[in-house]
C-alpha cells in the first residue's frame, strides 16, 4: 500500500526514537503532510505494546532498520471534522506516539458514541490477537476447545475472554504466574495449567493460541499430540508472539502422528483489509465493556522514563498528549 506524502509540516511533538539501543524522547519531529486522501489527525490515545517496543527496538521482524523513527502502530484520532476513530497506522509513515499522525481512511473505524479513548487505545491491539486469529485464521465454530498458552499476559488474558466470548466450549488457560491463573476462572478460563507442567498437557482440544512460542510451545506441542485421542482430527496452532524464544525445535514426527497444523497470525499472514474488517465489530464489543481492560494514562512527554520502567504485564499504558 502506497502512501504519498507531501512537503513537511510545522514541527509537532512525538516520541522520537535514534537509536535502538536506547528510549524514545519527546522532541519535536516533522509532520509530513497528508496526500492522497489521507488524513492528519490529532492523536489523544496511543497505546504502548509489545509490538511498538520491538519495533523501536528494531527487533520486529517487519524493522527496516530506519532511524530516526515515531514509535506506535495504531492509535485514537480525531479527524479534522471532529470524528473520533480508531486507525492502524500506515507502513511507511512516521508511528502513532505524536501530536498528530497520518491516517489512511481504510485503515481506520469511527468510534461509537462515548468509547473512552484511553481504553480503546490499550485494548485493540492485545485483542485483536485473539480475535482476528479465531475469526480470521481458522475455521473456529462454537462449541470447540481452546488453549491459550501464555495467558497471564495482557494479550493472553484477553484471549480467555475472547475465545469464550465467540463461543469456545471450554478454554484451558496456560501460563507462570499462579494467582493470576485462578483470576482467569473469572474471565472464562474453564481449566487453568502451570507452563511449569506444559508438557503434561492431556487435553484434546481444537484450536491453540500461543503467545510463547520457545520451550513452552516445544512441550505443550509434544503432550498435546502425544495424549490426542483422535490423532486425524485437526489441532491448529496459531502462533501471535514470541518472548520465550524465537525458535522451536520441531521433530518431523509430531507432524506425521496428527493433524497438527502450525501457522502464523500477524502482519503479512493476513491482508490490512482483512484485519481492519474485524475491527468495528471488536470496537463495539470493547465499547460496550464487553472484555476487562486495564489501561494506564501516561502523558508523551513522559515517554523516556516510562519506557524503561518496568511495568504491570496486567495494564497497557496509553500515551497521550
Known amino acids: 500500500m502506497c502512501h504519498v506524502l507531501n512537503r513537511r509540516r510545522t514541527a509537532a511533538y512525538a516520541a522520537v526514537a535514534r537509536s535502538f539501543e536506547r528510549p524514545p524522547r519527546y522532541e519535536e519531529f516533522e509532520t509530513p503532510e497528508a496526500a492522497g486522501g489521507h488524513l492528519l489527525t490529532e492523536v489523544p490515545a496511543a497505546g504502548l505494546h509489545p509490538r511498538v517496543r ?24 480525531r ?6 476513530v480508531y486507525f492502524v497506522a500506515g507502513d511507511d509513515v512516521p508511528g502513532t ?38 475469526r480470521r485464521r481458522v475455521e473456529f465454530e462454537p462449541g470447540q476447545s481452546v488453549l491459550v498458552l501464555g495467558a497471564t499476559g495482557n494479550a ?56 510463547t512460542w520457545g520451550a513452552p510451545a516445544e ?8 495424549h490426542r485421542a483422535e490423532r486425524s482430527k485437526p489441532l491448529a ?8 524464544g524465537a525458535d522451536v525445535t520441531l521433530p518431523s514426527a509430531l507432524l506425521r502422528a496428527a493433524n497438527l497444523r502450525i501457522m502464523g497470525s500477524g502482519q503479512g499472514s493476513l491482508t490490512a ?26 502523558p508523551l512527554t513522559d515517554v523516556k522514563s516510562t519506557w524503561t520502567t518496568p511495568s504491570d504485564p496486567r495494564e497497557r499504558i496509553v500515551f497521550t498528549p
Open 79 to 84: 479527524l479534522p471534522d471532529g470524528r473520533r
Open 273 to 298: 483489509a482483512g484485519i481492519v474488517a474485524e475491527l468495528p465489530s471488536l470496537l463495539d464489543e470493547l465499547a460496550a465493556g464487553t472484555f476487562t481492560t486495564a489501561a494506564k494514562a501516561v
Open 97 to 134: 506516539m505524536a501530536e498528530r499522525a497520518v491516517v489512511d481512511p481504510r485503515r481506520a473505524v469511527e468510534l461509537p458514541a462515548g468509547a473512552d479513548a484511553v481504553v480503546v487505545a490499550a485494548a485493540m491491539n492485545p485483542a485483536m490477537s485473539s480475535w482476528v486469529a479465531l
Open 156 to 211: 493472553g488474558r484477553l484471549a480467555v475472554e475472547v475465545a469464550r466470548h465467540l463461543g469456545a466450549g471450554e478454554v484451558i488457560a496456560v501460563g507462570r504466574d499462579p494467582r493470576r491463573l485462578e483470576l482467569l476462572t473469572t474471565l472464562g478460563a474453564t481449566h487453568v495449567v502451570s507452563t511449569a507442567d506444559a508438557d503434561k498437557l492431556a487435553a484434546d482440544v481444537d484450536v491453540v493460541l500461543d503467545y
Open 237 to 244: 496452532w496459531v502462533q501471535i508472539g514470541s518472548p520465550a
Open 54 to 77: 520491538s519495533g523501536a527496538g528494531g527487533t520486529h521482524y517487519t524493522s527496516d532498520g530506519r532511524l530516526p523513527m515515531v514509535p506506535g502502530v495504531d492509535g485514537v484520532g
Open 219 to 226: 512441550l505443550a506441542m509434544r503432550a498435546l499430540v502425544t
